[in-house]
């Protein structure tokens, strides 16, 4: 079995090497992340300058590969140029945080677990909630307990998986809930200073509001203390809307 692991916070994150030990025991593990943290690019990638690779060796052996893109640009590269045979599993993380609710939008981890599934390979997201230190253990742990469950079950190629895990040590979490993908959002607001220049500037701040949306989305799974696992898909049709549609006269 192969696996691609890929993140957004960079090459050099403690989740993205949790995830390499702990995959390691599935199959030959390839990591092609970002040279540095690129959080929030959602499904960017890079057309106007060119990308760099860097080899980076840890105890002299090939740990992976850097790029001097986004997260997308490194599944886009790694399937087409720097891995000799397509992978059986594209798995993005451990990202310090979750990505629940609109926030899975603009995540670069699970824009890259989208790009995985675009090209026909299960892929996965992972994060974990904070603000304790995350447990990137026992999120590596469950994401492998996770793969296993997709072989056993014979699952379609191509499924993608938002997977969040609560706050603290994986021995706390109270169990496992197959979720939505809820509504929740960012309260943002922008904070306006001026720079040494006198210059006007702002920069993005705010807090995400307590979950309130039924036990079924995720934000309030990881919130009671469970494992939340959402099925998605990058399809963006208002399904419901296409036959309304249809019955309008445009002449």
């Known amino acids: ?145 996770f793969i296993q469950n997709l072989l056993a079950h014979d699952c379609p190629k191509g499924m993608l998986f938002n997977i969040n895990l609560p706050d603290g040590p994986a021995a706390g979490v109270r169990g496992v809930r197959i979720t939505r993908q809820g509504r929740l959002m960012f309260q943002e607001e922008f904070h306006k200073r001026t720079d040494p220049q006198q210059r006007t500037y702002y920069w993005l701040g705010g807090r995400l509001p307590e979950p309130d949306e039924g036990d079924d989305a995720d934000s309030t799974a990881v919130r009671q203390g469970y494992i939340s696992v959402t099925p998605l898909h990058y399809d963006l049709t208002d399904h419901a809307a296409l036959d309304r549609l249809r019955s309008w006269s445009f002449e």
């Open 1 to 145: 079995m192969r696996l691609l692991l890929t993140n957004d916070d960079g090459i050099r994150a403690p989740g993205l090497a949790a995830l390499a030990a702990e995959l390691a025991a599935l199959g030959e593990v390839a990591i092609v992340a970002p040279d540095r943290e690129r959080s929030a690019t959602a499904h960017a990638i890079t057309l106007h300058e060119p990308l760099r690779v860097e080899e980076i060796k840890r105890n002299g052996r090939l740990y992976g590969h850097a790029v001097s893109g986004t997260p997308v640009d490194c599944v886009k590269l790694a399937l087409v140029s720097l891995m000799p045979e397509p992978p059986d599993f594209v798995v993005a993380g451990i990202n310090p945080g979750t990505n629940v609710g609109t926030n899975a939008i603009y995540s670069g981890t699970v824009s890259a677990a989208i790009e995985g599934a675009m090209c026909g390979v299960t892929s996965l997201a992972v994060s974990i909630a904070g603000p304790g230190e995350p447990d990137y253990a026992g999120a590596a742990a469950f994401a492998r307990r």
